[in-house]
């Protein structure tokens, strides 16, 4: 049972340049969500999906979208990178019946 | 909306001092309070939970109760290890149908913790 696990660990990107994050997870879970983490800031949600087939914009949504491809798998994309989405990103999953959150080991992304 | 206030860091204790890491926080409705631990280049996980008015929620050594007429749900340990070094978050959960178990966190607490 691996929980939620992301993909890649680590990317550094040129401005401009595109990339995809993914995510799965393994516990059946209906709800995953995308953060990034700022030094001081938190974490702040950019998009979630409540099911399978929805997704809805978060605190920070701009520059990103989403994709639920199944009830295990929800990636994020960064369609031209900026120097401002340098951060951590993380994924998150909950189940229907409970309230907390299950999350990922983080991506670290640098954009230069 | 909801929001939630940690007192701020960084928390520097030596071995076996006594812990507290204030949190606040504005909802509508009763949430569910949390508070979740990140250790060094790892993921957040969750330490412990409530889920209503004066529930005590603790693991590892960990207590935290929700406080509805102070709207609180202060961490705290009798006797902190070096182990127990890493940021705290503290966050709340405005569960519905149709966001999942969406939350709302704290700026996070550094502790470090010293031999």
């Known amino acids: 049972n691996a929980g939620v696990t992301q993909t890649p660990k680590f990317q550094v990107l040129k401005t401009g340049q595109s990339m995809t994050l993914q995510c799965a997870q393994d516990m059946n879970h209906n709800s995953m969500y995308w953060y990034r983490q700022d030094p001081g800031m938190g974490l702040r949600l950019i998009y979630y999906?409540?099911?399978?087939?929805?997704?809805d914009k978060g605190e920070v949504p701009n520059g990103y979208n989403v994709s639920r491809l199944n009830k295990r798998e929800f990636s994020l994309r960064l369609e031209s990178a900026a120097p401002s989405q340098t951060s951590v990103y993380f994924c998150?999953?909950?189940?229907?019946?409970?309230?907390?959150?299950?999350f990922g080991p983080g991506t670290r992304l640098t954009v230069t | 909306g909801n929001s939630v206030t940690q007192m701020e860091g960084p928390v520097t204790l030596s071995e076996e001092a006594f812990l507290t890491i204030n949190c606040t926080y504005t909802?509508?409705?009763?949430?569910?309070l949390f508070w979740y631990v990140q250790y060094p280049g790892e993921g957040l996980q969750l330490l412990l939970k409530?889920?209503?008015?004066?529930d005590k929620g603790s693991n590892k050594g960990f207590e935290a109760t929700y406080r509805k007429e102070t709207t609180s749900f202060h961490l705290e340990k009798g006797s902190v290890q070096v182990s127990d070094s890493a940021v705290y978050f503290c966050a709340l959960s405005d569960r519905n149908e149709a966001s999942g178990s969406r939350l709302t966190f704290g700026e996070g607490t550094q502790l470090t913790v010293n031999p």
């Open positions: 999906s409540a099911s399978e087939g929805t997704t």
């Open positions: 909802a509508t409705g009763y949430p569910s």
């Open positions: 409530a889920t209503k008015a004066d």
């Open positions: 998150a999953s909950s189940s229907d019946r409970g309230y907390e959150q299950y």
